[in-house]
């Protein structure tokens, strides 16, 4: 091969170099100008619109939808009896201990011989130790729950009972003596309602704000008077710093 030939070829492969740097330089600008696009102006435009809304059967909805009201019981709102306040917060103790236990795992409970707790505690002489198979549930458990529930920071005042239905006729006592919480019960019977509830939850939204809000459209039908009332109520979860979402607020918008 004669020597200008060489020079020619050799100048023809940096020519061909140039030009796939080139190419490759374009398109990596170009790759970045659409990361940055897509991050700084097209998510800031998904923002803008507002609420998106989830599907109502994925795992995250729920397993919200389950932490705030007791779908075993027939009344499945009987947590939130004479309670005003909108904001979880403001809620009574009780109130909140109610929804504690409605959280709680099997393995939370473990038993307590009644001959080492107290026969009957203040304030509720008709109360007796309950001799069931699990009637105790360990400080650390309801704390457990109770900061899931209500945030990281929240604490449980070991003062307020924990009520497990409507009548009240079954509760847990905070037992200094043991730090843990044991069942007491008496002799009141459930009362025989005749209002039934049919209940849906009818919307998921994740808001701006990332707040999840779960729709639950309810029709609640007295039996004896045939008076039907339709409700809906919108429950709120808030996002906390670690992560977590915190029950925030149950209203009722109808």
Excluded at 83 to 89: G, Y
Excluded at 198 to 207: D, H, I, M, N, R
Excluded at 222 to 251: A, H, P, W
Aim: proline residues 1%.
């Amino acid at each position: 091969m004669k020597f200008d030939e060489m020079v020619s070829d050799a100048t023809s492969i940096t020519i061909k170099c140039k030009i796939v740097i080139t190419i490759l330089s374009i398109a990596l600008v170009v790759s970045l100008g659409y990361i940055i696009c897509d991050k700084f102006i097209f998510n800031r435009s998904l923002e803008s619109q507002g609420d998106v809304n989830l599907n109502v059967d994925s795992r995250v909805v729920e397993v919200l939808y389950h932490k705030v009201h007791d779908v075993r019981s027939k009344n499945p709102f009987w947590m939130y009896q004479n309670e005003n306040n909108d904001l979880v917060s403001y809620m009574t103790e009780g109130a909140k201990m109610s929804l504690v236990y409605l959280n709680l795992k099997e393995t939370d409970f473990s038993t307590v011989d009644c001959s080492i707790a107290p026969s009957s505690v203040n304030g509720y002489a008709n109360y007796q130790c309950s001799q069931t198979t699990t009637n105790q549930i360990a400080r650390e458990n309801v704390e457990r729950v109770f900061k899931e529930l209500f945030g990281f920071t929240a604490s449980i005042n070991t003062s307020a009972v924990m009520r497990i239905n409507s009548t009240g006729s079954l509760m847990y006592v905070y037992v200094t003596s043991l730090d843990a919480y044991v069942l007491y019960s008496n002799q009141i019977e459930e009362p025989d309602t005749s209002v039934t509830y049919q209940y849906e939850l009818s919307k998921a939204v994740k808001t701006a704000t990332n707040d999840i809000q779960l729709y639950e459209t309810i029709l609640a039908e007295d039996t004896s008077s045939n008076v039907k009332t339709e409700m809906e109520y919108v429950y709120t979860f808030r996002l906390d710093n670690d992560g977590l979402y915190n029950y925030y607020r149950r209203q009722r918008t109808k």
